[in-house]
């Protein structure tokens, strides 16, 4: 299963996530060829990718 969620304030949710504990894995923020940068939260218990996103302005 996958999700994208676009958000207004990318950092804010990475500063939020970046120190969670427990078994989600997760890739901090980088940009993307098509005008997002973007995160990725990985869940393996129930086999989902999260793409957390923000338009690059």
Do not use: S
């Not at 989600?24 to 990718?49: C, N, Q, S």
């Amino acid at each position: 299963m996958e999700f994208y969620l676009e958000v207004d304030d990318l950092q804010q949710v990475w500063n939020l996530m970046k120190d969670e504990p427990g078994e989600i894995k997760v890739k901090e923020a980088f940009d993307r060829e098509y005008g997002m940068r973007e995160m990725h939260i990985i869940i393996p218990h129930t086999k989902t990718l999260m793409f957390i996103g923000q338009a690059i302005k």
